[in-house]
C-alpha cells in the first residue's frame, strides 16, 4: 500500500515508518525537517507542516492510509482530521495516548491521582483528539493507544490487543514498545480489525 506518516521522524513515527518498510510498503515519511529522516529503502522523505491543513491535505492525496504521529500540544486536531478528510485518503489513523484509557467503568487514567501532572495537558488533548474523531461523520479513522509506559524496547511482535480499558501486565506494569506499538499498527492497516474504533495494544 501506498502509506503517508506524518510526524515520521519522532519516536513512535521512525518505528512505524521503519515497520511499514520493511514489510514492502511504499512510505511518504513526512516531517517538519525531512533531513532527519532515516534513508531507507521505499520511504521518500516529504516537509510539511501539521498545522497547514491544506498543503498536509494535499500531501495525504493519492494514499491508501494516512498516520498521524504527533504530540497533541504542538498540533491542531482540528486541522489534522480535516486534512484527512480533505485528502480523500482511504484510512486515517493516529497514534493516541493512554490517558483515555479506562481505569474503571468511566475512568480516564488521566483523571487518577497518580497521574504525573507533567503529562497531563497532553493527555487531556489526547482524550478530546479521540472524542473529536467519535464524532467524524466522514473519516474511516482508528485511534490505536498505547499502555501507560511508552518507550524504546524491542521488536518481539508479542503483545496483546484490548480496547478502552488499560492494559497491565500480571507484575502490575503497563507498557508498550515504540517497536511493538509499530507492528501492532502495522498490522491494523494490513487486516482492519477496528474500523471507526480506539483500541490498545500492551504486553
Do not use: C
Amino acid at each position: 500500500m501506498k502509506i503517508a506518516v506524518i510526524g515520521a521522524s519522532g519516536n513512535a513515527g521512525s518505528r512505524i515508518t521503519a515497520e511499514l518498510a520493511r514489510r514492502g510498503h511504499t512510505v511518504t515519511a513526512i516531517a517538519r525537517n525531512p533531513d532527519k529522516i532515516a534513508r531507507i529503502a521505499n520511504v521518500t522523505p516529504a516537509k510539511g507542516d501539521v498545522l497547514d491543513q491544506a498543503g498536509l491535505a494535499r500531501l495525504l492525496a493519492g494514499h491508501d492510509a494516512a498516520i498521524s504521529s504527533v504530540h497533541f500540544m504542538a498540533s491542531d486536531p482540528v486541522r489534522l482530521i480535516g486534512a484527512a478528510r480533505d485528502s480523500k485518503v482511504g484510512r486515517y489513523l493516529v497514534v493516541g495516548g493512554a490517558g483515555s484509557l479506562e481505569v474503571a467503568p468511566g475512568v480516564r487514567l488521566v483523571t487518577t491521582a497518580g497521574f504525573p501532572v507533567a503529562y497531563k495537558a497532553e493527555a487531556e488533548k489526547g482524550g478530546a483528539f479521540l472524542d473529536l474523531l467519535r464524532a467524524e461523520k466522514e473519516l474511516n479513522w482508528t485511534f490505536l493507544s498505547p499502555s501507560a509506559l511508552f518507550t524504546a524496547g524491542e521488536r518481539t511482535a508479542r503483545f496483546r490487543l484490548g480496547t478502552n480499558q488499560l492494559l497491565t501486565a500480571e507484575d502490575g506494569k503497563s507498557w508498550i514498545s515504540f517497536e511493538d506499538f509499530a507492528v501492532a499498527l502495522a498490522d491494523e492497516i494490513e487486516r482492519p480489525a477496528h474500523i471507526r474504533q480506539r483500541f490498545t495494544v500492551g504486553y
